[in-house]
């Protein structure tokens, strides 16, 4: 079975410093994964995906994520928060049926 | 190019009435999934239509249905409404089966009230 799990649920940082959002993964092969970010009162959108391909994904705004295998870890970093980069933010993991699991979200709160 | 779009933004409804949630898919798009999240949790796969045929489906009863429509947007339908109901209602349009490959642009949901 597919699972990710988010090892934060409520993450604060100062604006300006950087950012780390943990991810774990379980799969029995090699996954797709995603990170997408939810505003309030807005879709989810996606930040960025892993299909296979280089390990560190650069994503939109500023975020990246590097896949691990080694770890399962696909964790969600940026070098400096904004302030509107506050939101929640979903480690998604895509099965070869393509379902999408998601976690059970990060909170991210950015300190003036 | 108009995003998708969901209707009603806000539903209350009793425990086992039925309801209809509306989606409209971005222009161009075939697919459309649709997902639960409950109260601090992540979204659930609820069901995806693809050219208005189911095509996949999650761990949810048959009193969760959906249709597709000719024109590519969605209903979805719960029938005996139960308080666990009580959820935001995502949907999502892509163009083609949702995959790792095709992108999935989600609404901002509906948020289903069940007293």
């Known amino acids: 079975a597919q699972s990710v799990t988010q090892l934060d649920s409520h993450v604060s940082v100062s604006e300006g410093t950087p950012v780390l959002l943990r991810c774990n993964y379980s799969s029995s092969y090699s996954p797709s994964l995603f990170w997408y970010v939810q505003h309030p009162n807005k879709g989810l959108q996606l930040l960025l995906k892993y299909t296979s391909a280089a390990t560190l994904v650069k994503g939109i705004n500023g975020f990246e994520a590097e896949f691990k295998k080694s770890e399962t870890s696909f964790h969600l970093t940026k070098p400096s928060a904004h302030m509107s980069d506050a939101a929640e933010y979903f480690c998604?993991?895509?099965?070869?049926?393509?379902?999408?699991?998601f976690g059970t979200g990060t909170s991210l709160t950015v300190i003036p | 190019e108009t995003g998708v779009t969901q209707s009603p933004t806000h539903l209350i409804k009793t425990r086992g009435q039925q309801v209809t949630l509306r989606c409209s898919s971005q222009?161009?798009?075939?697919?459309v999934s649709w997902y639960q999240q409950a109260l601090g949790q992540g979204p659930q796969f609820i069901f995806q239509y693809y050219r208005e045929e189911e095509n996949g489906r999650g761990n949810f009863p048959p009193r969760f249905s959906g249709l597709q429509f000719p024109n590519y947007s969605s209903e979805l339908n719960v029938n005996a409404l139960e308080l666990d109901d009580s959820a935001l209602y995502l949907c999502?349009?892509?163009?083609?089966?949702?995959?790792?490959?095709?992108?999935?642009?989600f609404g901002p949901g509906t948020r289903l009230t069940v007293l």
């Open positions: 222009s161009g798009h075939n697919t």
């Open positions: 998604v993991v895509v099965t070869t049926g393509n379902q999408f699991y």
């Open positions: 999502a349009s892509s163009p083609g089966l949702a995959s790792s490959y095709n992108e999935q642009f």
